[in-house]
Nanobody, 122 residues
């Protein structure tokens, strides 16, 4: 069974930074495309960022491009999301997900974590 556990969420002020981590166990981390998604109250889950198996290719939603950075450490079975210049509209539950294939949309993901809450106050 593949288990994903997110950490690093919290309450911050606009302009602050946070780093989310997602530890993966029970599978072969290095073969997964990893993604971060978020869901704000009353809204659908949306794509934030994704990174390919080797870490050589990354993808971002336009709303976070230039502020967020996704990275992975295949020796630690962990994917990270560095979030800088946070805005109130970034407030959401952030989910980590893994895909054995190449897709980066929510429907492509095979495994999901339970999420970590990020709240950005103005």
């Amino acid at each position: 069974q593949v288990l994903l556990v997110e950490s690093g969420g919290g309450l911050v002020q606009a302009g602050d930074s946070l780093r989310l981590s997602c530890a993966v166990s029970g599978g072969t981390f290095s073969i997964y495309t990893m993604g971060w998604f978020r869901q704000a109250p009353g809204k659908e889950r949306e794509f934030v960022a994704a990174i390919r198996r080797s870490g050589g290719s990354t993808y971002y939603a336009d709303s976070v491009k230039g502020r967020f950075t996704i990275s992975r450490d295949n020796t630690k079975n962990t994917v990270y999301l560095q979030m800088n210049s946070l805005k109130p509209e970034d407030t959401a539950v952030y989910y980590c997900a893994a895909n054995i294939g190449m897709g980066v949309s929510p429907s492509h993901m095979d495994y999901w974590g339970k999420g970590t809450l990020v709240t950005v106050s103005s």
